[in-house]
């Protein structure tokens, strides 16, 4: 577990109807399957990299959050879409720089 290359949560939190915004309401759980299957499509090391469902990580109103581990970079104004720009950094960070 110490030796993960790439620890990504993405806000799946769902406060439902009529409430604040929420990232589950902008397709947050879409975002994490998909990026988790590039991942295990571009065959990254299972014991490598994680691709986490996460609870509410604050900046709510700035699309689906995300947050990136060890580089503890944020990475936020996330839409379904952004599902391969994520696995990128999953496998930049899985296989290095220079791969
Ligand atoms: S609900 Fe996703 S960051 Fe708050």
Same mark, same amino acid.
């Given at each position: 577990?110490?030796?993960?290359?790439?620890?990504?949560? @993405? %806000?799946?939190?769902?406060?439902?109807? #009529?409430? $604040?915004?929420? %990232?589950?309401?902008? #397709?947050?759980?879409? !975002?994490?399957?998909?990026?988790?299957? !590039? %991942?295990?499509?571009? #065959? !990254?090391?299972? &014991?490598?990299?994680?691709?986490?469902?996460? #609870?509410?990580?604050?900046? %709510?109103?700035?699309? @689906?959050?995300?947050? @990136?581990?060890?580089?503890? &970079?944020? !990475?936020? &104004?996330?839409?379904?879409?952004?599902?391969? $720009?994520?696995?990128?950094?999953?496998?930049?960070?899985?296989?290095?720089?220079?791969?």
């Amino acid at each position: 577990m110490n030796d993960l290359k790439a620890h990504l949560f @993405i %806000c799946v939190n769902d406060r439902g109807e #009529g409430k $604040k915004e929420s %990232c589950a309401r902008k #397709g947050g759980q879409q !975002l994490k399957d998909e990026v988790k299957k !590039l %991942c295990h499509e571009r #065959g !990254l090391p299972k &014991d490598l990299y994680r691709v986490n469902n996460s #609870g509410c990580l604050g900046p %709510c109103e700035r699309g @689906i959050s995300a947050v @990136i581990y060890p580089a503890g &970079d944020w !990475l936020l &104004d996330n839409t379904p879409a952004d599902a391969v $720009k994520l696995a990128d950094l999953v496998e930049k960070a899985v296989r290095g720089s220079g791969t």
